[in-house]
């Protein structure tokens, strides 16, 4: 019974490909976020969505575009994928805008 | 901007020392401030957690408190163990209204205990 559950968990792929990665939470929650953790494993806050209402949008690419069809699921599309992409995925959620955030295992993707 | 401030890691001790990773922050009112852990291969879990000055968090035996007047929130532990070899980050969350709601990581600090 995982709380926040990510596929893939791995993603190996090439250059200019388009990719999505999928996060769903059995917790009930209204806020869902993606974060992504660099190399460094430095971790920033890409999108956040709350009863699938866009909320943050923090300065990334409009190569990356957040889905969110219901409100236990928020979906990651990335086109046209560059070699900086690379990096862990990381989706949470929480019951509220101000509430505690709850992460998922996160998703390693590799741009070769 | 908010932004938080972790010593550099990575932190190596032998089993059943005295853990400090310090964290200090920089926020405007009174900010949240959460540690998570990450051990290896795996996600971010929550490890503790508090709102409000001099709020105490704990949990698993490591505990941090909230202050305001240093603006830090240190992590400690009496006695660590081999299992505790982590990455720990130190958090926070502004107190927003109705802007959302986002967490600003620290560079997070490694720990290596050796038996």
């Known amino acids: 019974d995982t709380a926040v559950s990510q596929t893939p968990k791995y993603l190996v792929t090439q250059m200019g490909n388009d990719k999505s990665i999928k996060c769903e939470q059995n917790?009930?929650?209204?806020?869902m976020y993606w974060y992504k953790q660099d190399s460094k494993k430095f971790l920033k806050i890409m999108f956040s969505y709350n009863n699938k209402e866009l909320i943050i949008n923090e300065t990334v690419p409009n190569r990356f575009s957040p889905k969110s069809p219901d409100k236990a699921h928020l979906n990651l599309h990335i086109n046209s994928l560059e070699l900086g992409d690379s990096a862990v995925y990381f989706c949470?959620?929480?019951?509220?805008?101000?509430?505690?955030?709850?992460f998922g295992p996160g998703t390693r993707l590799t741009v070769l | 901007g908010n932004s938080v401030t972790q010593m550099e890691g990575p932190v190596t001790l032998s089993e059943e020392a005295f853990l400090t990773i310090n964290c200090t922050y920089t926020?405007?009112?009174?900010?949240?401030l959460f540690w998570y852990v990450q051990y290896p291969g795996e996600g971010l879990q929550l490890l503790l957690k508090a709102t409000k000055a001099d709020d105490k968090g704990s949990n698993k035996g490591f505990e941090a408190t909230y202050r305001k007047e240093t603006t830090s929130f240190h992590l400690e532990k009496g006695s660590v163990q081999v299992s505790d070899s982590a990455v720990y980050f130190c958090a926070l969350t502004p107190i927003l209204t109705g802007g959302g709601n986002k967490l600003t990581f620290g560079t997070g600090t490694q720990l290596k205990v050796e038996l």
């Open positions: 917790l009930g929650h209204d806020t």
């Open positions: 926020a405007t009112g009174y900010p949240s």
């Open positions: 949470a959620s929480s019951q509220g805008l101000e509430d505690t955030q709850y």
